[in-house]
């Protein structure tokens, strides 16, 4: 103390000091309060606003960068052809953004939530990976891409009101429609359009895998109705999307 006093230093002033920095590190380390119905409201429509309007960041490597550069240059034909099957698929992984969002909100088990977002990063992958492509084709997305996902979202949170079991159930037939569709966008693609293949190869290994998830985790078998019912809405969604 004495060494303090001679250097011209107050104990008080060092007192002072010390408590000052003791309230400032108990605010800090205060643990932040938790989230309300409000916040949880505006965080999901920044969301669903990000995943509209905004470009995904990957995850992943760009699976068009390690397609063969070699291929013959795709005529003008072969671009919309190609164009519109990948604003197809554009606007299918944006209707999958919010089928996820809205089945993860209404989820009973925290397990399943944590599964269903580990899904929409991949899924933000494709979406990604599609707005890419139809970048380097000079092509823009669907118009009716808010529509697409608004529709989703509300689908999303009914199958995951309707019970863990049925929302899985939903899930995995979603994604099986979704891998018969892949592959017969696989047999239209020009021969030559290495870029999209690539893209679409990679998109159908991931949902096929969403849907072998699902029912490990014993997702439930959707009645045949509903199984319709969804083939309808989709083909409505992709007759629309492939033009508009």
Known sequence: MEDVENKGIRPVYIHCC???????????NRPFRNPSLADQFIGEIDRALNNIFCRQVSSRTYPASTADD????LTADEKRLAAGLMRVNHSGEMAAQALYQGQSLTARDPKLVDKLRHASIEEADHLNWCRSRLDELGERPSLFD?????GSFAIGMAAGIAGD????GFLAETEHQVVRHLNSHLDNLPANDSRSRAIVE?????EQGHAELAEDLGAADLPQPIKQMMKLTSKVMTSVAERI
């Open 146 to 150: 808010p529509l697409w996902y608004a």
């Open 70 to 73: 070699q291929a013959p240059q």
């Open 165 to 168: 079991r049925w929302n899985l």
């Open 18 to 28: 010390v408590k000052e920095l003791a309230i400032y590190d108990s605010f800090m």
């Open 202 to 206: 990679q998109m159908k290994i991931d």
